[in-house]
Structures are given as C-alpha cells and as structure tokens.
C-alpha cells in the first residue's frame, strides 16, 4: 500500500496536533509536530538570551541547535542538542513569543528544509500553519481544522484544570486569538487554508468525529 503524505494545518489550539498523532498512530506512520520545532527555538532562544527580533541570531542559533522529536507512549519527545524539553516548551513565555520567532524568512526557509527531509519517504502526518501551502505542497490529503476561538480556549481551559495546572479562560481567548492574528498576518508563509484543503470546523465534534472524518478522506484517497 502507497504511504502518503498528510498535511493538518490550522489555528492555535485547534486540536491538530491531538487528530494528527491518533492519525498517525492508526496509519503506523511517522508524525511530525512542527510547532515543537519553533517552540523549541524560541525556548533555546529565551535560555540563551538571544532577541526575538533579531533574524540573523536566530538563524545562527537555528543553525547550531539540533531538533529532535521522537514518539513517546504518552505523545510525543522533544529535545533540543541531546537535552529533553517536552514540557518546557509548552510554558506561557514560550506559547506568547513564539509566533515572533516564527515570522523571520530564514527562520522558515531552514525550518522547512528540516521538516521535508522528515517527510521524504512518505507515510508522514504533519501539523502546523504552512505544511500544506508551503512544506508538503504536493500531499496527497490536506486538511484544514477550525473552532471557534470560544471553544478552542474552553478545551484549553479545560485540559488545564484537568492537569491541575493553573488557568484563566478569558486569557486563553486573548492569547489565543493574538496568536492567530500575528500568524495570519505574517509576510512569509501566513497561516491560510491550501486551495485544495479540506476544512473541518470542530467546534461542535469529538475528537472521535474529527479522527473519523479525516480517515475516511484518507481512505478514499489510498
Ligand atoms: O502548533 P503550535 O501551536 O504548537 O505552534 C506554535 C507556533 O509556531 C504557532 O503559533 C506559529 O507561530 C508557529 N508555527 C508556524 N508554522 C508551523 C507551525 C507552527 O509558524 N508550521
């Protein structure tokens, strides 16, 4: 059987990355969180007190810091030059500096060079913002996940509060919705559904529904 290429892109806290890896997991193909790869950069980045603003640093320090993502039981493990960072890239002063470093031209261009090597051999599930417009731009399903900003930090809310993490609704809707601005608004490869994506608002679906959905696209094309 042909192992393909899929692309899920989407808005913050869209569930992306939770479809991609069930996806993933059920298809045994490889996924590829490429959120992990910026978030890990910008948290190098704030540790080693480089400027966000400063393309030219971050590119130098892009170029000297090894990404590692590998699948774990409970998701995925992120490292970055051989020491783990799983967690630490989650944190609200990574989340809300992020899509700073993300802007930067080089930045992208050596982010993607990284991201199709992973994904040369096929059989790959790839979440982010770009991956079907400019990362995997011949993948042979793409999908387009939506919710509502309401809804998308609800499920934040909530998978918070179930961690026993601390949490304030209202923030996540300003984070949230601050996020999505700076990502769609960028100049180089902005956050924006491929021609030829299929979107899915998931605002009123399980993850069970949206899991079902986008395997059935996939059935139909394989
Ligand atoms: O997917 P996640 O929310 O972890 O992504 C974090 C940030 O990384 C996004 O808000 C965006 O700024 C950036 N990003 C991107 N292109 C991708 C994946 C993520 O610009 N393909």
């Known amino acids: 059987e042909k192992r393909i290429s899929i692309a899920i892109d989407g808005p913050a806290a869209a569930g992306k990355s939770t479809v991609a890896k069930i996806i993933a997991e059920n ?13 890990a950069l910008t948290y190098q980045a704030q540790q080693q007190g480089v400027k966000l603003e400063s393309e ?29 960072v799983t967690n630490e890239i989650r944190s609200a002063e ?6 700073i470093v993300a802007k930067h031209r080089s930045v ?24 079907g417009t400019h990362v995997l731009p011949h993948a042979e399903v ?28 209202e923030q996540h809707k300003i984070d949230i919705a601050r996020r999505d601005k700076i990502d769609s608004e960028r100049e180089v490869a902005p956050l924006k559904k491929a021609d030829d994506a299929i979107e899915i ?18 059935h139909e094309r394989v």
């Open 27 to 39: 298809l045994s193909y490889i996924y590829v969180d490429t959120g992990a790869m910026y978030r």
């Open 56 to 84: 030219e640093a971050l590119l130098r320090l892009l170029n000297e810091t090894e990404i590692e993502l590998k699948p774990s039981e409970n998701g995925q493990i992120v490292s970055v030059n051989g020491k783990e």
């Open 94 to 99: 990574v989340t809300n500096s992020v899509s």
């Open 108 to 131: 992208r261009e050596e982010m993607v060079v990284r991201q199709q090597k992973l994904a040369q051999n096929g059989g790959v599930v790839m979440d982010g913002r770009d991956i």
């Open 142 to 169: 793409k999908i387009f996940l939506l919710a509502s900003v309401e809804e998308r930090a609800q499920r934040r809310h909530e998978e918070n509060v179930r961690k026993g993490f601390p949490s304030n609704l």
């Open 201 to 218: 608002d998931t605002t009123a679906l399980s993850i069970e529904g949206v899991v079902e959905k986008i395997l059935s696209i996939i």
